[in-house]
């Protein structure tokens, strides 16, 4: 038996508040909107009930967002990939945003259990002045729980179409990749936290933005094994290979602060449900 499902949701301005409406289909859905920063931006939790994804299994979530209004999505726990039998488990994310519009997308964790084939799309339709931050975390199996990640496969998949494309592809059996010190040296654990726009962003800011995720690596333990560029004048991205999650979430939560405050001059309002 698969669990398909689907979940829409639309963020638009309403007198001077950002509020959401939502359509799903199967276990997929958000909670009540909360408004710990004000009216101006929508706080929402996307829970997924069956609380992980076996093989055939499809979450697909489309998420809009209007002129002037600021969405900000995350989960409640980690995205799980269950074992399969052959066919591929697939999330897939699509994140479409008009003039002036702003997202967060920040959902915690993807972990990979042994012998999962499992597959994770997101991709970003941002129109000219639509800005975005979000990021992406994957863990390769439980080693600290002696379930190490060594069948299985899994394909990750970033792209604004035209601007900024991230593929990778990952076999348990590939050795040379997991062990590699040019690969992934052993880590369990990579992440990245980006900022994408619809328009290029001017130099100064773009210096800006770097050096506040410079500063927040300098002081950081995993800063051996994290880097901060910009591929090209819409995007910036910081990748991280760490032994475990805890330490590359604690690296992604603070450059997002770094540069929500820089970038868009506001404080870190953590979404609530990540102090529970």
Same mark, same amino acid.
């Given at each position: 038996?698969?669990?398909?499902?689907s979940?829409? $949701?639309?963020?638009?301005?309403? =007198?001077?508040?950002?509020?959401?409406?939502?359509v799903?289909?199967g276990?997929? +859905?958000?909670l009540?909107s909360?408004?710990?920063?004000?009216?101006?931006v929508?706080?929402?939790?996307?829970?997924h009930?069956?609380?992980?994804l076996?093989?055939?299994?499809?979450?697909?979530i489309?998420?809009?967002?209007?002129?002037g209004?600021?969405?900000?999505?995350?989960?409640?726990?980690?995205?799980?990939?269950? +074992?399969?039998?052959g066919?591929?488990?697939v999330q897939?994310?699509h $994140?479409?945003l008009?003039a002036? =519009?702003?997202m967060?997308?920040?959902?915690?964790?993807?972990?990979?259990?042994?012998?999962?084939v499992?597959?994770?799309?997101?991709?970003l339709?941002?129109?000219?002045g !639509?800005?975005?931050i979000?990021?992406?975390?994957?863990?390769?199996?439980?080693?600290?729980?002696?379930?190490?990640y060594?069948?299985g496969?899994?394909?990750?998949?970033i792209e604004?179409p035209?601007?900024?494309?991230?593929?990778?592809?990952?076999?348990? !059996?590939?050795?040379?990749?997991?062990?590699?010190?040019?690969?992934?040296?052993?880590?369990?654990?990579? =992440?990245?936290?980006?900022?994408?726009s619809?328009? !290029?962003?001017? +130099?100064?800011?773009?210096e800006?933005?770097?050096?506040?995720?410079?500063?927040? $690596?300098q002081d950081h333990?995993?800063?051996?094994?994290?880097g901060?560029?910009?591929p090209?004048p819409q995007v910036?991205?910081? +990748?991280?290979? =760490?032994?475990?999650?805890?330490?590359?979430?604690d690296?992604?939560?603070?450059?997002? !602060?770094?540069?929500?405050?820089?970038?868009?001059?506001?404080?870190?309002t953590?979404?609530?449900?990540?102090?529970?």
């Amino acid at each position: 038996m698969t669990w398909n499902a689907s979940l829409s $949701l639309d963020y638009t301005l309403e =007198a001077h508040r950002s509020v959401v409406r939502y359509v799903h289909s199967g276990p997929l +859905r958000v909670l009540q909107s909360l408004y710990p920063e004000g009216d101006a931006v929508c706080h929402n939790v996307l829970v997924h009930p069956p609380g992980g994804l076996v093989g055939g299994d499809t979450l697909d979530i489309r998420v809009t967002a209007g002129a002037g209004a600021h969405g900000l999505v995350t989960t409640p726990g980690a995205t799980r990939f269950y +074992r399969s039998e052959g066919a591929p488990a697939v999330q897939r994310a699509h $994140l479409s945003l008009a003039a002036g =519009a702003r997202m967060e997308w920040l959902p915690l964790e993807a972990i990979l259990y042994s012998g999962c084939v499992a597959e994770n799309h997101l991709s970003l339709d941002l129109a000219p002045g !639509a800005e975005l931050i979000g990021w992406d975390l994957t863990a390769l199996g439980l080693p600290h729980a002696g379930q190490p990640y060594v069948r299985g496969s899994f394909c990750q998949h970033i792209e604004m179409p035209g601007v900024w494309l991230e593929r990778g592809a990952i076999d348990a !059996a590939d050795t040379r990749l997991l062990s590699s010190p040019l690969g992934l040296a052993g880590k369990t654990c990579v =992440a990245s936290v980006f900022f994408a726009s619809g328009s !290029a962003l001017g +130099r100064e800011r773009r210096e800006l933005a770097l050096e506040s995720a410079r500063q927040v $690596l300098q002081d950081h333990a995993l800063t051996a094994w994290a880097g901060v560029t910009s591929p090209n004048p819409q995007v910036l991205v910081l +990748r991280v290979l =760490a032994p475990q999650v805890e330490p590359a979430m604690d690296l992604l939560k603070k450059t997002w !602060a770094a540069w929500r405050e820089a970038l868009w001059g506001m404080p870190a309002t953590r979404p609530r449900i990540w102090a529970m």
